[in-house]
């Protein structure tokens, strides 16, 4: 079903007031935002002191202009956006925050939901384990077989908290005759041993997506996000995220990884905590787009700075901290004027950092800051991978590769 640029006719209301559902039409436009249009409104202006206030939660239930589905929507955060006064008021409300399941849900009140499922191109990607049996034979008689048989779970991690799995899901489409189709959908499953709150999935949500995104080398944004509650009706999550700025990092091969994945996020959830300040810093700006470069420069040099200073020794300078990051990384073999790059490196960031003009001549220009950037996400990336257990020599990409060349010419 396709849910995006859809009106949908429903009845809606505020949980514990189900006694006073409005009628309304329901747009989800083609980012995932939702508007309700009213001729009444959902609150009484007594029950609130600002009527243009903040609606934690708005629930309804919906049937399709092009089909004749009910569907099920939990609108969070709804906010009002209009209202006209006239013979006919007309109210609007909107949310940027919208989960819809395409079946009747009979505990639609209920707020706990079960399982968090994640899904995205480049896990699919990743992946090679299928499901799909292709057989197909053109002696005499043309002959095609397309057989299906759903892969097992591939247990990645268990703790007393919650399980990670992954989990294999395939759907089958019947677009018109003569034409058909299986897809076939990764998904990584995280199921805790007590039920969680929304309030919860960004937190649970965010923490798998930073994994991955080391582990893959490039940003990890869920594009699908489904959730199951307790009475087993499946959400699905509207709002479309931002596409990412990509590089061209090597993953961790699939096979290492799920041998030892256990181990992987017991360790990424335990040094979490000591990690935080620079796992959160490194995730606001590597593959989001509109970040200036030099932004980005100078948030990963104050990563490994303070890196260093809280894990190696607390004592030193810019400059010495920096080169011996760079020795300790896969890069040293390679980089011949270490300590000539290093100091270019501290005198760039006093250039951007403090704007000290005695510094422009000697500082990294534009184009090498955004090289020196792909080079200090490979030396970042390295670290929190060792942090976590995985220390295999990682494979330079090729745009870094190309960068080292030229600094040792």
Not at 37 to 51: A, F, G, N, R, V
Request: a positive charge; hydrophobic letters at 35%; proline letters at 2%.
């Amino acid at each position: 079903m396709n849910y995006y640029n859809q009106y949908f006719n429903g009845i809606f209301w505020i949980p514990d007031r189900d006694k006073k559902k409005v009628i309304a039409t329901l747009f989800i436009d083609e980012n995932g935002s939702a508007t309700i249009s009213s001729l009444q409104p959902l609150e009484d202006e007594t029950d609130i002191t600002d009527k243009w206030g903040e609606t934690k939660l708005v629930l309804g239930y919906l049937n399709c202009h092009s089909d004749s589905k009910t569907y099920s929507v939990k609108l969070y955060d709804t906010y009002k956006s209009y209202q006209s006064i006239g013979p006919l008021d007309k109210i609007k409300y909107k949310s940027d925050n919208i989960l819809i399941a395409s079946a009747y849900d009979s505990e639609i009140e209920s707020n706990l939901y079960n399982i968090l499922m994640l899904s995205s191109d480049e896990l699919n990607n990743w992946i090679p384990i299928s499901g799909f049996d292709f057989n197909t034979k053109i002696d005499k008689k043309f002959e095609i077989s397309h057989l299906y048989n759903q892969p097992d779970i591939i247990k990645l991690f268990k703790n007393k908290d919650f399980s990670v799995y992954l989990y294999f899901r395939a759907s089958t489409n019947f677009q018109r005759r003569r034409k058909s189709h299986i897809i076939e959908t990764v998904f990584i499953n995280i199921e805790p041993n007590a039920p969680f709150e929304i309030t919860e999935l960004s937190k649970i949500r965010k923490s798998i997506e930073r994994l991955f995104s080391l582990i893959l080398f490039k940003p990890f944004l869920s594009k699908v996000i489904e959730l199951r509650t307790k009475g087993r009706a499946t959400y699905k999550a509207i709002k479309k995220s931002n596409k990412p700025d990509y590089g061209l990092g090597k993953e961790i091969e699939f096979e290492i990884f799920t041998k030892y994945s256990n181990s992987i996020f017991e360790k990424w959830y335990e040094k979490q905590k000591t990690l935080e300040l620079a796992i959160i810093n490194f995730f606001s700006v590597y593959g989001q787009k509109g970040v200036l470069i030099e932004n980005k420069f100078l948030t990963y040099i104050s990563i490994l700075e303070n890196y260093h200073k809280n894990h190696i020794n607390k004592n030193g300078y810019l400059k010495t901290r920096l080169e011996y990051l760079l020795n300790n990384s896969s890069l040293a073999s390679q980089l011949k004027k270490l300590d000539e790059y290093a100091e270019r490196l501290k005198i760039t960031r006093n250039y951007h950092a403090h704007l000290e003009e005695k510094h422009k001549a000697k500082s990294l220009k534009s184009e090498e800051i955004l090289k020196t950037n792909y080079l200090l996400e490979f030396i970042i990336r390295e670290i929190f991978l060792r942090e976590i257990g995985i220390n295999l020599n990682s494979i330079i990409p090729h745009n870094v590769e190309r960068y080292i060349i030229e600094l040792n010419n």
